[in-house]
């Protein structure tokens, strides 16, 4: 439930958008826009190198709605990681490759001067201290 509401509360072009939410008494059912390019991991195993210019493109559409919602939502990710950008289809392998930010499960709200009690995130990509 605490992804949906980051997800209908939310609109910015990194996001995915959400357009319906629905429930019946054993399912919920989200209608979302279509990102049918795959998640980053799978990019950049196919690219196998990407030049300087593509990857300051990819990490600006990264940062752009972290911070959004640091600033204007007081909310944090907790799980960036490359499964979670998911591309837009690319027209050739030559064009930009569009991100959006995605899998808002760890999402929460702070409150200022708040501090983060629990450590989560997927185990994989957390520091071995954290573990």
Do not use: W
């Not at 049918?36 to 990407?50: C, F, H, P, Y």
């Not at 989560?120 to 201290?129: D, K, N, R, T």
Request: with cysteine; glycine share 4%; proline share 6%.
């Amino acid at each position: 439930m605490n992804e949906l509401k980051v997800l209908e509360e939310t609109n910015h072009p990194n996001i995915p958008r959400v357009f319906e939410l629905f429930e019946d008494h054993r399912n919920y059912y989200i209608i979302t826009e279509l990102i049918s390019g795959g998640n980053m991991l799978e990019k950049m195993i196919d690219i196998a190198v990407i030049t300087e210019s593509k990857a300051v493109h990819v990490v600006k559409q990264v940062l752009l709605p972290v911070n959004y919602m640091h600033t204007n939502r007081q909310m944090t990710h907790r799980d960036i990681k490359l499964e979670n950008l998911l591309c837009m289809p690319q027209k050739d392998k030559n064009s930009p490759l569009n991100v959006k930010l995605t899998d808002f499960g760890f999402a929460c709200y702070l409150k200022a001067g708040e501090e983060l009690k629990l450590p989560l995130g997927s185990p994989l990509y957390m520091a071995p201290e954290i573990i």
